[in-house]
């Protein structure tokens, strides 16, 4: 799970999923869609802080 900055937006939660050789992908609930990065794009992210690892703890009705 990350938290990702993205269209203008911030700490949206974005799941990783399984996507091509050489990229990553994210689906974003809030957004509604699924996005593919170049690895390369997702190291800078990281390193800028614009894509942050994170934890979620759900919680029971």
Known sequence: MFAID????TNL???EIPS????????IGALK?????FRY???KMLKEG???PC????RSA
């Open 20 to 27: 091509a050789v050489g990229m990553r992908g994210f689906y």
């Open 50 to 52: 614009t894509l942050r």
């Open 6 to 9: 993205f269209k203008g937006q």
């Open 13 to 15: 939660l974005a799941q």
């Open 41 to 43: 794009d997702c190291e």
């Open 55 to 58: 934890s979620w703890l759900g």
């Open 33 to 37: 869609g699924e996005y593919y990065f």
